[in-house]
Nanobody, 122 residues
């Protein structure tokens, strides 16, 4: 079965960086668009970043543009999110997701990981 496993979350101070990883199995990774979503306390799950099958297309939520970078290594079945200049408002559980069609909407994604917690202290 399809499994997406996130790692790399943790507690950092404002202005610091983290790199999240998503390990995929049970699917032909190179044929899936991938994305990161996040859900803060009391908030709905929101889009953060997406990357197309080969990486040619990448999109970001406005508040993370210039600070976060999404990437993937298809031969390793891995996706990453480099997060720089983290702010308290970035604190959330971060989820990776996979979809057969590229999109930015939560409902467009078929498979989800369990999430990794990112906490940012001010």
């Amino acid at each position: 079965q399809v499994q997406l496993v996130e790692s790399g979350g943790g507690l950092v101070q404002a202005g610091e960086s983290l790199r999240l990883s998503c390990a995929a199995s049970g699917l032909t990774f190179s044929r899936y668009a991938m994305a990161w979503f996040r859900q803060g306390p009391g908030k709905e799950r929101e889009f953060v970043a997406a990357i197309s099958w080969g990486g040619a297309s990448r999109d970001y939520e406005d508040s993370v543009k210039g600070r976060f970078t999404i990437s993937r290594v298809n031969i390793k079945n891995m996706m990453y999110l480099q997060m720089n200049s983290l702010q308290p408002e970035d604190a959330a559980v971060y989820y990776c997701a996979a979809a057969k069609a590229y999109g930015l909407g939560r409902d467009e994604y078929d498979y989800w990981g369990q999430g990794t917690q990112v906490t940012v202290s001010s």
